[in-house]
């Protein structure tokens, strides 16, 4: 499918905006979109609702391969809402349960050759917007646009730390500035699918960017790259 249908990666690491922006830019195109960050939770979901153990490697690779879930991007609604076979499970990720079990499937390297076929399924008409760290690396290699969103450290941390706040959540800007600069390290640095740009990436850095702005410029890429 993805040869027929156009795909828009958007990369990056914590904090440099793709979440909104790949939000704001399916709504605004009227595309799919995938969150590929969440589809571990999902799955960890998926098989506490179907009663498949963590250990139990074919059931969760079948389970894997045939995951209903839809990621809805909604203009009047803050945040994605991911649906799970018809029920909407956007609170449920953010549990301690859903991490825990996306981090021991997501150690299972069939469950994740599974996920990566099911991630290239969402590549349907009239389009994907793609939400990760390894779209244009890895799932999506042949998409005609690339981007890969970036930012400071610290303006990345400032982010992080007043959505945190703002939420009533307690932390430290250094803690969080911590977090940031070891997750980066982690994913830059992973023997399998690392953080980087793809070759044929568009990199934006959105450190004095405001979100506006970036859609802006990721607007006249699309119309240049994908208009017809």
């Known amino acids: 499918m993805t040869e027929q249908v156009s795909v828009i990666t958007v990369d990056g690491p914590s904090g ?13 195109l009227g595309w799919h979109l995938l969150d590929s ?5 999902v799955l960890g979901i998926a098989a506490a609702r179907h009663q498949v153990a963590l250990d139990d490697e074919p059931a ?22 991911v649906v799970l076979e018809g029920d909407d499970v956007s609170g449920a990720l953010r549990t301690e349960e859903a991490g825990s079990a996306a981090s021991v ?11 990566l076929q099911r991630q290239r399924d969402f590549a349907l008409a009239p389009g994907l917007v793609a939400d990760g760290r390894d779209m244009g690396t890895v799932v ?3 998409a005609p646009l690339k981007i890969y969103l970036t930012a400071s450290a610290e303006e990345r941390a400032r982010r992080r730390y007043n959505q945190l706040i703002g939420k009533g959540g307690g932390a430290s800007l250094q803690s969080v ?16 699918a ?9 990199v934006l850095d959105t450190t004095e ?7 802006g410029r990721i607007s006249e890429l699309v119309k240049g790259r994908l208009a017809p």
Do not use: H, W
């Open 177 to 192: 500035l911590d977090d940031i600069k070891a997750r980066d390290d982690r994913d830059m640095n992973r023997p399998v």
């Open 16 to 28: 440099s905006g793709k979440g909104t922006v790949c939000k704001r830019l399916a709504a605004t």
């Open 37 to 41: 960050g969440a589809l571990y939770r």
């Open 194 to 202: 690392p953080l980087k740009p793809a070759d044929d990436a568009v």
């Open 140 to 142: 999506f290699p042949a």
């Open 60 to 81: 969760l690779v079948a389970l894997a391969a045939g995951l209903d879930v839809q990621f809805i991007a909604d203009p009047a609604d803050e945040v994605v809402r």
């Open 105 to 115: 499937v997501a150690a299972i390297e069939s469950v994740r050759a599974a996920l």
């Open 209 to 215: 960017l405001g979100i506006e702005d970036v859609l």
